[in-house]
């Protein structure tokens, strides 16, 4: 019966509606006149969510026993334990209570579609690491030249390799690339705009849309996993 209660769609519904609620509280919480007036009844909803999340993974415990970090969903259950954890320590401790904005990633082992995303970054992570090497050889590659062609010009965005790799993300995250970085180089150097163009076609769409195409394939990968589960299953 606890299992069922523990697993039944109203249970997750009124567990992720404490969840939004929290987070709803610790928002208000920010707001300089809504904490002074009303601070004591912030601190009472937020207590009572706390004891709502940690009877909550109390049953779960009680219920899935030792299984509770052995089972497929070990890792979510380890989630929220630590979670759940940190919190009550964040309540004793006053130090850590700003911590306990950390109940909303529980949000994340509330939805199965948030899982199915956080399983499908985790499953691409060593391509990620592949697609991550392949863009530091670039991003190198191109600070150098930046330094040698631009350096002495303007030391402020090239000055240094250091310099030259921060303006290159800047460029990379395409922030006021063109009008406050480029175009004024381009007064001095005309045809600076060959390298900082094929920079971002090579850097700012192709790696980044390769990254997009791996998640991607991940997340099909291991919906159609889910799939043949099912069927086989049946």
Do not use: H
Not at 129 to 138: A, P
Not at 195 to 222: H, P, Q
Request: aromatic share 14%; net charge neutral; proline share 2%.
């Amino acid at each position: 019966m606890l299992l069922r209660l523990l697993e039944s769609k109203a249970w997750n519904f009124g567990i992720t509606f404490v969840i939004l609620l929290n987070s709803a509280l610790l928002g208000l919480n920010t707001f300089a006149d809504i904490r002074q007036n009303y601070e004591n009844f912030l601190n009472i909803a937020d207590n009572i969510c706390l004891l709502i999340f940690t009877v909550e993974l109390l049953l779960r415990l009680l219920c899935y026993r030792f299984k509770f970090f052995t089972n497929e969903d070990r890792w979510w259950n380890i989630f929220d334990f630590i979670i759940v954890s940190v919190s009550i320590l964040a309540v004793q401790y006053s130090v850590l209570r700003t911590l306990r904005i950390l109940r909303i990633l529980r949000i994340i082992s509330s939805f199965q579609s948030m899982k199915l995303v956080v399983n499908a970054v985790i499953k691409t992570i060593p391509a990620m690491i592949s697609i991550t090497m392949l863009l530091s050889i670039f991003y190198y590659v191109y600070g150098v030249l930046c330094v040698e062609f631009f350096g002495k010009e303007f030391p402020e965005w090239f000055g240094n390799l250091p310099r030259a790799l921060y303006t290159l993300f800047q460029i990379m995250t395409l922030e006021s690339w063109s009008m406050g970085i480029v175009r004024p180089i381009m007064q001095v150097y005309p045809y600076a705009w060959i390298l900082f163009i094929s920079y971002i076609v090579i850097v700012g769409m192709i790696t980044i849309n390769l990254i997009v195409g791996v998640i991607v394939n991940s997340i099909n990968e291991i919906t159609q996993d889910k799939d043949a589960d099912k069927e086989e299953y049946k």
